[in-house]
């Protein structure tokens, strides 16, 4: 099979290609760093995390550029409230929003342009539109021409009286004295000479938003994009305006395929940090393995919003994340499942035995899931299925005369191996995360780890004395703290379910 995915223009599904049969040429929309990346933000770099991954799997090779929007309004508002410059605060949330991507299992880009680095190319650009006819100058600020681009509106698929009369609603009365049309945006905004900004021919100023994406796609990728993403809320204005001006500029079409993420929803209404109703990653990342999250954002279709729920106190304070408890216990399970694989006594792995189809079959039934618009629930119910054969695997071993056949051990390992490599789940040492997991819950619990020891070591002695009523009497006293104690042939491990 091949990729399929719904595009946003056509409201169809068709086929994912590389135009030149070689790199798939991706761009994917990437953050303002102005502030920590919010549980939004997970959800939608997860997603094209598994894009790029389930891509490369299936042999296609990708260039995977996604920008840093590090000139903004924000940035500039944000460094005046902290005391600090607006190019060191947005370095410094960069490398933030760089280490959370990495601790939820995300690949780096293999380009990651910053705005600040492409002031060059920008400029460029705006020159050639406005040599075109495509925009023009107004004081010392440019504006793009919306209705010099007949095809406006196409991918949002808006009529230009609607969006004349959304563009009244959103600009100040003094801009729109300036602008030729109410849907004009900008593509230089002028500042004063004494504040953040660069040279520009038409004076001091920044760069508006939209140019950026359009200037580093083309220089990193070509003129035509093959695939283009990015959530929901840029479809209007931010990817239509990027058609028009890109479009304008070279008369050739900008991208191939558009894909949109929905978004993660309180209350139905979208996770933002101007609605005041978000949560930082990192916030969840204090409570729960990040590979949780990342398990989460894969519980339902990426083109369906994610409904987002918290518990509290009587206090008001909260106290948990029901989607992301639920989901560690899976991570739990996975790791737990890496771990109990291992351990297979190869005295009990056999030359012949069947393989159980749930574990033979996944590998390309996963591949086949993802194809399908990137089918996230019935892949994450495949694995469900695969994780409980190789359970079940593990278990034959342990019965008396139990075996299980080398070709099924492959298999399961195979099965494994194609979850970390198509989902990023499962590649972390399982040892390392099991005991992360334990020891946070111990914390929560306020179960202190030497207390714990010590009452294991009071239960080994019990048992070695034949005690065996003070023995169980110890098991009890730890089930009561929420410590459930697994005998293995090493000796007794603990855990915290």
Request: overall charge negative; charged content about 25%.
């Amino acid at each position: 099979m091949a990729l399929s995915l719904y595009e946003t223009c056509s409201c169809k599904t068709g086929i994912v290609s590389a135009a030149d049969g070689d790199a798939l040429r991706l761009y994917v929309c990437g953050p303002t760093v102005y502030d920590f990346a919010h549980v939004g933000h997970a959800r939608c770099y997860v997603i094209y995390d598994v894009l790029v991954r389930h891509l490369r799997a299936s042999g296609q090779k990708v260039r995977y550029v996604r920008n840093v929007t590090d000139v903004d309004d924000k940035i500039l508002k944000r460094a005046g409230e902290k005391g600090e410059s607006p190019t060191a605060l947005a370095e410094r949330f960069f490398a933030e929003f760089t280490a959370d991507m990495q601790a939820l299992g995300n690949l780096r880009p293999d380009v990651e342009p910053k705005v600040t680095e492409h002031l060059p190319e920008i400029i460029a650009l705006i020159e050639r539109l406005i040599a075109s006819g495509s925009a023009y100058v107004a004081g010392s600020d440019v504006y793009f021409s919306v209705p010099s681009f007949a095809a406006y509106g196409q991918l949002s698929h808006r009529n230009a009286d609607a969006l004349a009369q959304g563009a009244s609603g959103r600009i100040s009365n003094e801009e729109q004295a300036v602008k030729k049309h109410p849907a004009d945006f900008a593509l230089w905004k002028s500042a004063e000479a004494e504040s953040w900004g660069w040279p520009s021919p038409w004076g001091h100023g920044r760069p508006g938003w939209h140019i950026e994406c359009s200037a580093m796609s083309m220089k990193h990728l070509g003129e035509t994009v093959d695939l283009h993403g990015g959530g929901l809320d840029l479809v209007f204005p931010h990817h239509e305006n990027e058609i028009a001006q890109s479009e304008a500029a070279t008369k050739k079409p900008f991208v191939r395929h558009w894909m949109h993420n929905g978004f993660v929803e309180v209350n139905k209404e979208k996770m933002g940090k101007s609605l005041g109703n978000f949560f930082t990653a990192r916030d969840i990342f204090a409570r729960y393995e990040p590979e949780a999250v990342r398990w989460g954002m894969l519980t339902v279709h990426y083109r369906s919003p994610l409904n987002f729920d918290w518990t509290l106190d009587e206090a008001g304070h909260v106290t948990g994340f029901p989607l992301f408890e639920e989901t560690e216990r899976k991570v739990e399970y996975l790791y737990t499942t890496h771990e109990r694989l291992a351990s297979i006594d190869p005295a009990r792995i056999v030359a012949e035995g069947p393989v159980p189809e749930p574990i033979a079959k996944f590998p390309a039934a996963l591949s086949a899931a993802l194809d399908d618009d990137l089918n996230f629930p019935i892949s994450i119910a495949l694995a469900g299925e695969m994780l409980a054969q190789v359970n079940e695997l593990v278990e034959s071993t342990k019965r008396k005369k139990g075996t299980a056949g080398r070709a099924a051990v492959d298999a399961a390992k195979a099965a494994l191996g194609a979850l970390s490599t198509e989902l990023g789940l499962g590649a972390q040492d399982a040892a390392t995360v099991l005991r992360r997991i334990r020891d946070r819950r111990a914390k929560a619990r306020g179960v202190v780890e030497a207390d714990v020891e010590a009452k294991i070591a009071e239960r080994k002695a019990a048992r070695e004395a034949k005690d065996f009523v003070r023995a169980d009497a110890v098991r009890a006293e730890l089930a009561a703290l929420g410590v459930e104690l697994m005998d293995g042939a090493t000796g007794t491990t603990w855990r915290i379910p």
